[in-house]
């Protein structure tokens, strides 16, 4: 290998540096292996759900049952980690939710009641919205604040692909074992997400903490509405899913262009979270952009444009290259909103953005999956897949640009 391509690949090659911290590997190991059985658990229970009833409309209904308590408790939870030990709450929460685990696999193995497996799935929601935003509050107190990009660079490329992998590995478990052997998979790694929890070293609040109630979610929306830069990250990041998210449109596509292929339908689903993943593998020079701000706008209106171009493309291969450099384009934006939000604001205000970053994440796709299924069925599939694609990049363009704190900022 000449030292040129040494140099290409040094730079361009993911950074694993944050690896170096004990700490940090282990949570980053064991929060990959249990969302692989999260998303494992996510299938079976779909699938389980759909057996009892019999019904698309129960299988829907596990939409607001997951949601409403992710938006809930991810706020409030958000809360607690600014005002406790982050270690224990992180715990207590985990274990919240692999009791809920259990529950399913219990359920599965003796009961096959729908109204315990919907339960158990609203508690696992509530035990992840807490969790979530506790883990990423908790990044910066573990790593150097010039690796911080690169820790979450490494975060979001292990939870694409365990968003690839866990799906993947429902098909075949349910095919051949059943829902019990997928919760049980489901509870067995949540254990490595335990023992990293159970591994951090005590976590208390720097600083004065406030106590984690309404009063303290209400300051944490106002430090977010008078801080443009903070403000903005999640601004744009509303624009990109609301707007250019396709998802929802996948199932006509493949009906319309494809013969109703599912082997089709499987590669238009895995097709973002694949490019992330090969986003975060070469995704070394990600941490080195200094104009975050600037960065951050343009790489969502490209994300719009690509969107934009894979609805109006008709071989199979070439939609899925252009979502997967959609995907691409999302894995950078994420690093950059969550380094923005781990850097710039303070330690004590870190748990509450994060629980605002966790409901607009979970809650932006759904927006997405409305606005793209109602603007099919009133103009057709093409003008709501191009159309939100490039009504994207011009909104994210027009509200980047016109907040010159946010146009101009960069890491401290």
Same mark, same amino acid.
């Given at each position: ?25 282990? %949570? %980053? ?90 339960? !158990? ?89 406030? !106590? ?17 830069? #903070?403000?903005?990250?999640?601004? #744009? ?32 689903? !895995?097709? #973002? ?15 080195? $952009?200094?104009?975050?701000?600037? !960065? ?15 609805? %109006? ?47 607009? $994440? ?51």
């Amino acid at each position: 290998m000449t030292e040129s391509v040494r140099e290409f690949v040094r730079r361009h090659a993911m950074d694993t540096r944050p690896l170096a911290t004990p700490h940090f590997r282990r %949570l %980053l190991f064991g929060q990959a292996l249990s969302f692989i059985g999260y998303q494992l658990t996510a299938v079976a229970v779909s699938a389980q759900v759909y057996a009892l009833t019999q019904s698309s409309l129960w299988v829907g209904l596990l939409g607001p049952v997951a949601l409403v308590p992710l938006i809930v408790f991810g706020l409030w939870g958000g809360a607690i980690a600014d005002a406790v030990d982050r270690r224990k709450l992180l715990l207590t929460s985990s274990l919240v939710s692999w009791s809920a685990t259990l529950t399913l696999l219990l359920n599965a193995v003796f009961l096959d009641n729908v109204w315990l497996l919907i339960a !158990a799935v609203a508690v696992q929601s509530t035990g992840v919205a807490i969790a979530s935003p506790t883990r990423n509050a908790i990044v910066p107190r573990l790593v150097p604040a010039h690796l911080v990009p690169s820790a979450n660079t490494l975060n979001f490329t292990l939870g694409s692909l365990g968003a690839v992998l866990g799906p993947l590995l429902g098909g075949v478990v349910l095919a051949g074992g059943g829902y019990g052997v997928a919760y049980l998979i489901d509870a067995v790694l949540f254990s490595a997400s335990l023992y990293a929890a159970v591994r951090l070293p005590r976590l208390e609040p720097l600083g004065e903490a406030a !106590a984690p109630g309404l009063r303290a979610v209400v300051d944490g929306l106002r430090y977010i509405i008078g801080s443009p830069i #903070v403000l903005m990250s999640f601004v #744009v990041d509303i624009i990109a899913m609301a707007f250019a998210l396709p998802r929802a449109l996948y199932p006509e596509l493949t009906a319309t262009r494809f013969g109703g292929s599912a082997v089709a339908f499987g590669w238009l689903s !895995a097709s #973002v979270a694949l490019g992330a993943v090969i986003g975060g593998v070469s995704s070394g020079w990600v941490g080195r $952009v200094r104009r975050q701000g600037m !960065a951050l706008t343009f790489v969502i209106a490209l994300w719009g444009l690509t969107v934009a171009a894979a609805g %109006l493309a008709s071989q199979l291969w070439l939609v899925v290259a252009l979502l997967a450099a959609a995907g691409f384009t999302d894995l950078v934006s994420a690093v950059w909103r969550q380094t923005i939000l781990q850097t710039y604001a303070p330690d004590d205000m870190r748990g509450r953005l994060q629980g605002v970053f966790f409901v607009v $994440v979970a809650g932006g796709p759904r927006l997405g999956d409305i606005r793209a299924g109602a603007t099919a069925a009133a103009f057709g599939l093409v003008p709501a897949w191009v159309g939100g694609g490039l009504v994207c990049a011009l909104i994210v363009l027009v509200a980047g640009l016109s907040v010159p704190a946010f146009r101009r900022y960069q890491p401290r």
